[in-house]
């Protein structure tokens, strides 16, 4: 298994990691945020891919309730 490459300057200055992706609705794109704890971009990536499921359900149901802010679906890590 790969390790994860060590924070660079950058990313420690800029604090946790935000990770944007789009969900279908209809035939139009939503935008939305996941807030993450990690350190890295990279470490956040493979969150989002390895929790896709849950967090694909998170914000399909924040989409039904109307949960937007700024046009966009906030989300937290689970």
């Known amino acids: 298994m ?3 490459p060590m924070p660079t300057e950058q990313e420690l200055m800029e604090g946790p990691q935000k990770i944007s992706f789009q969900i279908a609705n209809g035939n139009v794109r939503q935008s939305c945020v996941l807030q993450t704890t990690f350190a890295t971009r990279m470490q956040a990536h493979k969150y989002l891919l390895t929790n896709w499921m ?3 359900k998170m914000a399909r149901e924040a989409l039904a309730a109307g949960n937007l802010e700024n ?3 906030q989300l937290g890590m689970i």
């Open 54 to 56: 849950t967090i694909e």
């Open 2 to 4: 790969r390790k994860l």
């Open 71 to 73: 046009g966009e679906i």
